[in-house]
């Protein structure tokens, strides 16, 4: 099994920037592709980055590319968000999310590993 914690939300104005955290722990061996989700208040989960394990392959949800950046440090085990000129649209609960094969997809039922969530707000 793979555990996964988000840490790094909070609060923000618009333009600023955020950094969030996920690390995983477990079998993470069985990792081949990691991505960040978001849903906020009455919407559907939605994709915005994935990447994958090993490599660099990234691909990103077209509103927020440009601004954020997916990576991994497979060494410390932990994926990351780097969020700039956010926007108060971006404000919702992001979630990291992993699956065992290499295949990045944007669909959450993909996805067998979820973290807990880390709320970001970002006030206009």
């Known amino acids: 099994q793979v555990q996964l914690v988000e840490s790094g939300g909070g609060l923000v104005q618009a333009g600023g920037s955020l950094r969030l955290s996920c690390a995983a722990s477990?079998?993470?061996?069985?990792?081949?592709?990691m991505a960040w989700f978001r849903q906020a208040p009455g919407k559907e989960r939605e994709f915005v980055a994935v990447?994958?394990?090993?490599?660099?392959?990234?691909y990103y949800t077209n509103s927020v590319k440009g601004r954020f950046t997916i990576s991994r440090d497979n060494a410390k085990n932990t994926m990351y968000l780097q969020m700039n000129s956010l926007k108060p649209d971006d404000t919702a609960v992001y979630y990291c999310?992993?699956?065992?094969?290499?295949?990045?997809?944007?669909?959450?039922?993909?996805?067998?590993?979820w973290g807990q969530g880390t709320q970001v707000t970002v006030s206009s």
């Open positions: 990447i994958r394990w090993s490599g660099s392959t990234t």
């Open positions: 999310a992993g699956r065992p094969t290499l295949v990045m997809t944007t669909i959450p039922e993909d996805y067998s590993y």
């Open positions: 477990g079998r993470t061996f069985n990792i081949g592709a």
